[in-house]
C-alpha cells in the first residue's frame, strides 16, 4: 500500500473515517455497534485519543478526533483489527471487513471542524436512515444536545462555539441554507 499521505501530529484534530469492503456491512446488529464502542474506548480513548464527534453507519463511520499521542496509526490498526476479527469470528466470515486501510483528514480550520461535525451527525439523516439526526442512536449527536449524558464524546470543544444545545441544533437543522458544507466537505465515502 502507498505511504499514507496524512501525518498525525500531537494537539491536531482529524477527520478519521472507513467503510466496509465492496461498500458491504461492517454492522449487523445493534450489540456490533456497541461492540464498536465498547472498543473505541479500549483502543484509543484509553490511549491518548479524543474523541470529539462520532457517527457509526451499516457500512461505515466517521470520528472526529484529537490527537494526545504520537502512536496513532498503530492504535487504529490494533483497534480495527480487533473488531474485524470478533465480526469475522461472530459471523463465520473470511477476509477483509473493511475497505483497505482508514482514510484521514488533517483539520486545519475551527470553521472546518465545525462543519465537519455538522456532516458527521447528518450522515443518518442523508441516507434516509432516520428522519431526525437525533433519532440515530449510534452518533454522538445526541450528547451535543443534551439528549443523552454519555462519557464518549468531548463535545466542549465544539458546544462552546454555541451558546446552548439548542444553538447546536439549529447549526445542525440548518445544513440545507447553508452552501459551506459542501465547500468544507469534498471527500468521497
Partial sequence: MPRRQVIFQTGNYYHVYNRGNNRQLIFFERENYIYFLRQLKNHLITHGVDIIAYCLMPNHYHLLVYL??????KLMQSFTLSYAKAINKRYNRIGSL?????????????EYLLHLTRYIHLNPVCANIVEKAEY????????????RQGNLPKI??????????DDYRYFLEDY??????????????
Avoid: M, P
Fill in 68 to 73: 494526545k499521542t504520537d502512536h496513532f496509526s
Fill in 98 to 110: 473493511f475497505q483497505g486501510r482508514f482514510q484521514a483528514i488533517h483539520i486545519d480550520r475551527e
Fill in 136 to 147: 440515530w442512536e449510534f452518533s454522538s449527536y445526541q450528547e451535543y444536545i443534551d439528549l
Fill in 156 to 165: 466542549d470543544q465544539v458546544r462552546s462555539q454555541f451558546t446552548s444545545a
Fill in 176 to 189: 440545507s441554507k447553508n452552501d459551506k458544507l459542501i465547500q468544507y466537505l469534498t471527500f468521497e465515502e
